[in-house]
């Protein structure tokens, strides 16, 4: 089992930064990759930034790309997101998760709120 926790959601004014870390503790060892979704109210949710665990290959949304950064720090075993130029549009619950392969997506974590005011 592999254990996601989110943090460092807040408010920011549009053109503001945030950064997102999502700790990931228990077999982390067995992951192929992680990433970031986030789903606005009465929206699905949808798919923001991947980073591949052992090749450290980092994949965007065209939505955020240009302006988000995937990265993993291995000594703190985090994933973090740091979200540039932000826009009233990036508001949302933003998940991490976790997969086993290139094809799944098995963990999940509870989420942290982003909201960016215009």
């Known amino acids: 089992q592999v254990q996601l926790v989110e943090s460092g959601g807040g408010s920011v004014q549009a053109g503001g930064s945030l950064r997102l870390s999502c700790a990931a503790s228990g077999y982390t060892y067995s992951l192929y990759r992680m990433g970031w979704f986030r789903q606005a109210p009465a929206k699905e949710r949808e798919w923001v930034a991947t980073r591949t665990k052992s090749r450290g290959l980092t994949f965007y949304d065209d939505s955020v790309k240009g302006r988000f950064t995937i990265s993993e720090d291995n000594a703190k075993n985090t994933l973090d997101l740091q979200m540039n130029s932000l826009k009233p549009e990036d508001t949302a619950m933003y998940y991490c998760?976790?997969?086993?392969?290139?094809?799944?997506?098995?963990?999940w974590g509870q989420g942290t709120q982003v909201t960016v005011s215009s």
């Open positions: 998760a976790a997969g086993k392969s290139a094809g799944t997506w098995d963990y």
